[in-house]
């Protein structure tokens, strides 16, 4: 019974996993291959039709490459700090509903389980700037933590927003709270307030300071390559699917049919909640193709000037709003 259990469970982790690593592949190659629209140019378009073998042939040359270790870095630290970055952006999906009843543990308290592990995700990048011994690569690292850190608060003000209005830090149950009426729409200011602190939390474009080329060359990666640079780089696409998955949970219905759209033969069978995903990944990489990066100093005042107290200030606003209803009713 035992060995039929931990079946299940591999095989439940292999079919939520496997989709997500050739997701990131592919999101690599979405990315390329709008920006290069955006540019006004072709984009990779040499391997297999359409440059679909285009991250086939990128891993395939980064699994060939040379690992080369500074000679003065902490080899130890600097060889764990992208396996721990890697292996946090996987474990986050463990409580990640994809569609009712598919979700490799399905636990009460999973919007906790995953602010406790994007918080882990800091030591990766600290680790990985500290141990290169490289100036570049810490200056990046103490970039990065700072931001993470700092956009962390705003989204846990934030969160707690959804789970006064839904009553339970399940993330399923947070969908099924929106079964009538998405959070988006009575919500707008806390859905809009953590689309920016989710491009800030995943160190994109326009808040990508860590990897300020003019400034740092490549932030606190800067000094790894081969497989240990495909670590973090598969690391950094997987996070951003995982909160584009997690502002579709917390505010767009899940996998909930659009209201008005059950009329239409069929819609109940469309993969609703990997639609609404696919729209936000394009919004990732619009967005880098269309804004210019913040200063730093204007990043951090952002966020703790203007996000966080609006953050906090709509919280207190629905705390109010759900006491006197309740005290009305």
């Given at each position: ?20 690593l050739?997701?990131?592949?592919y999101f ?20 297999g ?5 285009q ?13 080369i270790?500074p ?5 130890v ?6 396996i ?5 952006s996987?474990?986050?999906w463990?409580?990640?509903p994809?569609g ?15 602010l ?10 600290i ?11 810490f200056?990046g690292?103490l ?5 993470m ?7 846990g ?15 399923t ?13 009575p919500?707008w200011?806390?859905?809009?307030l ?18 300020a ?48 759209l059950d ?11 990997q639609i ?14 269309v804004?210019p990066?913040?200063r ?9 000037k ?7 200030g ?15 009713v």
């Amino acid at each position: 019974m035992a060995w039929e259990q931990n079946m299940v469970a591999l095989i439940s982790i292999i079919g939520i996993l496997l989709p997500v690593l050739i997701g990131v592949a592919y999101f690599v190659q979405i990315e390329r291959k709008l920006l290069a629209g955006v540019q006004r140019r072709r984009g990779p378009n040499i391997a297999g039709v359409w440059g679909l073998l285009q991250p086939l042939a990128d891993g395939l040359k980064l699994m060939g490459k040379e690992t080369i270790i500074p000679s003065n870095a902490n080899v130890v630290i600097y060889m764990i700090a992208p396996i721990l970055t890697f292996g946090v952006s996987l474990i986050s999906w463990a409580v990640m509903p994809i569609g009712e009843g598919a979700v490799i543990s399905d636990i009460n308290i999973g919007l906790l389980y995953l602010l406790a592990v994007s918080s882990i995700n800091v030591y990766g990048i600290i680790l990985a700037g500290w141990a290169s011994n490289s100036k570049y690569a810490f200056m990046g690292a103490l970039r990065s933590s700072a931001q993470m850190i700092s956009y962390e608060v705003s989204i846990g003000f934030i969160l707690l927003s959804v789970v006064i209005a839904s009553g339970t830090l399940n993330l399923t149950g947070i969908v099924r709270a929106q079964k009538e009426i998405w959070y988006i729409i009575p919500m707008w200011p806390s859905f809009i307030l953590f689309y920016i602190s989710m491009l800030a939390e995943t160190n994109r474009a326009p808040f990508d300071l860590p990897e300020a080329e003019a400034e740092l060359v490549s932030g606190y990666n800067i000094e790894y390559s081969a497989m240990m640079f495909a670590l973090f780089f598969l690391g950094e696409y997987a996070n951003m699917i995982l909160m584009s998955v997690l502002i579709v949970i917390l505010f767009c219905g899940g996998w909930n049919i659009p209201v008005g759209l059950d009329w239409i033969w069929c819609a109940d069978k469309l993969p609703w909640l990997q639609i609404k995903v696919m729209i936000f990944v394009f919004m990732f990489v619009l967005i880098r193709g269309v804004l210019p990066r913040y200063r730093y100093d204007q990043l951090m005042v952002l966020g703790w000037k203007n996000i966080l107290p609006m953050s906090i200030g709509w919280l207190m606003l629905v705390i109010g709003l759900f006491t006197w209803f309740d005290m009305a009713v």
